[in-house]
């Protein structure tokens, strides 16, 4: 079936370091690929989003690029902030018959020390 | 434009005792979810309507959870009898009916069945 598996977490990095958050899925069809964020005490909050393979997604100076071929979109952020520490979660749409179903990966929690 | 708007935030029950929670969608949007977020995992969509009939509730417990949409605007979803294992976040989440689909999350309703 379709599924996302996300990197494990939690992860904790320093002010200004390079963040990579690895997402890989499983799908049948053709999905949208979508990263969404969730601060504390917050409801989800979209991201970024692709649509098609080679798309790029970016927001806030976050980025992922959809790959087809790896079965990828991970995310990316050259300088992180402490207000960047929240959970990310890496998730897939398919459309059937009407459906438009989010499949959701596990979620990874990050921490950003001053 | 107001969000998703979701009551109460907060809810603590018994087994065996019975709970409903609200959702109102962002105006305008045909399209409701709710999803179910257990602590440590993603969200799983329960069910989706489209405006007031039901497109997907292949993931709903229906011997023991039931939702509606009246009227194609609010939604209700209720659990009787609840389990220890309903504990969890319960997501509500809405789109619009045509492109690009963006689902947009409420703030949650947290659940503790004791």
């Known amino acids: 079936g379709d599924s996302v598996t996300q990197m494990e977490g939690p992860v904790t990095l320093s002010e200004e370091a390079f963040l990579t958050i690895n997402c890989t899925y499983t799908a049948t069809g053709y999905p949208s690929l979508f990263w969404y964020v969730q601060y504390p005490g917050e409801g989800l909050q979209l991201l970024l989003k692709a649509t098609k393979a080679d798309d790029k997604g970016s927001n806030k100076g976050f980025e992922a690029t959809y790959r087809k071929e790896t079965t990828s979109f991970h995310l990316e952020k050259g300088s992180v902030q402490v207000s960047d520490s929240a959970v990310y979660f890496c998730?897939?749409?398919?459309?059937?018959?009407?459906?438009?179903?989010?499949?959701f990966g596990q979620g990874t929690r990050l921490t950003i020390n001053p | 434009e107001a969000g998703v708007a979701q009551s109460p935030r907060y809810k603590i029950i018994e087994k065996r005792q019975s709970v409903a929670f609200w959702c109102n969608p962002i105006?305008?949007?045909?399209?409701l979810y709710w999803y179910q977020q257990i602590l440590g995992q993603g969200p799983k969509l329960l069910i989706q309507?489209?405006?007031?009939?039901?497109?997907?509730d292949s993931q709903l417990p229906k011997d023991r959870f039931s939702a509606e949409r009246l009227k194609g605007v609010d939604s209700t979803l209720k659990i009787q009898p609840a389990k220890l294992e309903d504990s969890a976040v319960y997501l509500c989440?809405?789109?619009?009916?045509?492109?690009?689909?963006?689902?947009?999350f409420g703030p949650g309703t947290r659940l503790l069945v004791l």
């Open positions: 105006s305008g949007h045909a399209t």
């Open positions: 989440a809405s789109s619009s009916l045509g492109p690009p689909e963006t689902q947009y």
């Open positions: 309507f489209q405006n007031n009939g039901v497109v997907d």
């Open positions: 998730a897939l749409k398919l459309s059937h018959q009407g459906a438009q179903k989010l499949v």
